[in-house]
């Protein structure tokens, strides 16, 4: 069974940090692209992050640019995204998502072929 977990969501006041993980099973994980994206009250999900098979090329939003990370430990099927000075815009459920293309467009939601049910997280001005 096929299984994509967020964790690592909660509260955290602007200017803080958060790192989430998510872990995989149920395929091979290193054959799979990974992506984080967002889906803020009343807007569309937005592409935030990506990482390669091998974490070798990384593909991040402008908006978080700077700010947030992404990594991945194949050994332990989990891909991170660390969150740092965060802001209230930053406010939003977070989910990951794998993609097994050969042709990889990170921020293509179409393309994904397995989900989270993501974990919210809410930063309070």
């Known amino acids: 069974q096929v299984q994509l977990v967020e964790s690592g969501g909660g509260l955290v006041q602007a200017g803080g940090s958060l790192r989430l993980s998510c872990a995989a099973s149920?395929?091979?994980?290193?054959?799979?692209?990974i992506g984080w994206f967002r889906q803020a009250p009343g807007k569309e999900r937005e592409f935030v992050a990506g990482?390669?098979?091998?974490?070798?090329?990384?593909y991040y939003a402008d908006s978080v640019k700077g700010r947030f990370t992404i990594s991945r430990e194949n050994a332990k099927n989990t891909v991170y995204l660390q969150m740092n000075s965060l802001k209230s815009e930053d406010t939003a459920v977070y989910y990951c998502?794998?993609?097994?293309?050969?042709?990889?467009?990170?921020?293509?939601?179409?393309?994904?072929?397995?989900w989270g049910q993501g974990t919210q997280v809410t930063v309070s001005s």
């Open positions: 998502a794998a993609e097994a293309g050969s042709s990889w467009y990170p921020a293509v939601q179409m393309n994904y072929d397995y």
């Open positions: 149920g395929f091979t994980f290193d054959d799979y692209a």
């Open positions: 990482s390669s098979w091998s974490g070798s090329k990384t």
